[in-house]
């Protein structure tokens, strides 16, 4: 069946950056695209950007435009989501997604990454 | 920019059905797929619906989802409530090739 792992809880000062893997198994892992997705306390989803895994072509959220980064490493099934000038605002769960380019039909279990000096 | 507006909340009793409306701010919301996303509470999203009323396996059919143009609505229709389906409901579509999330609506079976 199809299972991510991702990366551990992470604390990280304002300022520096982050970056959530999220590892792929039970499917053809260059067929779908990934998604990044990410859910601050008591906030809705707000989507970050997606990469399509096969080409690695990448698109991002106008919001974090500049300071997301999206990339993948076929030969391990894993996806990263790297976060610059991490900000207090940042501080939420972060999610990675298969799918398409339009629809997430799997999830990981997510991450939670918290600014803090 | 393009927006979904969902309803804040909804309850019904087990055993009914309840029904929650996501509206597009714009265009014609079914021109772009739109997929429904169940969290429960402390947990991750998963999909309960995508491409508008497909249902992934293991979705059971209690769970349907259409598109209604002249509102420019899309639902998401849950027959038959268990206590278990009391979560946070998200839709989401898209707008040149960028995800937008609804606000979410918080449903309560009791």
């Known amino acids: 069946q199809v299972q991510f792992v991702q990366s551990g809880a992470a604390v990280k000062k304002p300022g520096a950056s982050v970056k959530v893997s999220c590892k792929a198994s039970g499917y053809t892992f260059t067929s779908y695209a990934m998604h990044w997705v990410r859910q601050a306390p008591g906030q809705r989803l707000e989507w970050m950007g997606w990469?399509?895994?096969?080409?690695?072509?990448?698109k991002y959220s106008q919001n974090l435009q500049g300071r997301v980064t999206i990339t993948r490493d076929t030969s391990a099934s894993t996806a990263y989501m790297e976060l610059s000038s991490l900000r207090s605002e940042d501080t939420a769960v972060y999610y990675c997604?298969?799918?398409?380019?339009?629809?997430?039909?799997?999830w990981g279990q997510g991450t939670l990454i918290t600014v803090s000096s | 920019n393009f927006m979904l507006t969902q309803p804040h909340s909804v309850s019904e009793s087990p055993g009914k059905t309840v029904t929650i409306s996501c509206t597009g701010s714009?265009?014609?919301?079914?021109?772009?797929?739109v997929q429904w996303y169940q969290q429960r509470p402390g947990s991750a999203p998963t999909t309960v619906i995508y491409e508008a009323n497909q249902r992934p396996s293991g979705v059971p059919d209690r769970f349907s989802g259409s598109i209604d143009s002249s509102s420019n609505s899309a639902s998401l229709t849950i027959s038959g409530l268990k206590t278990e389906d009391e979560a946070d409901y998200y839709c989401q579509s898209y707008d040149s090739s960028n995800w937008v999330f609804g606000g979410g609506t918080k449903l309560t079976v009791l």
């Open positions: 990469i399509n895994v096969g080409n690695g072509d990448t």
């Open positions: 714009s265009g014609n919301i079914a021109s772009n797929y």
């Open positions: 997604a298969s799918g398409h380019s339009a629809a997430a039909h799997f």
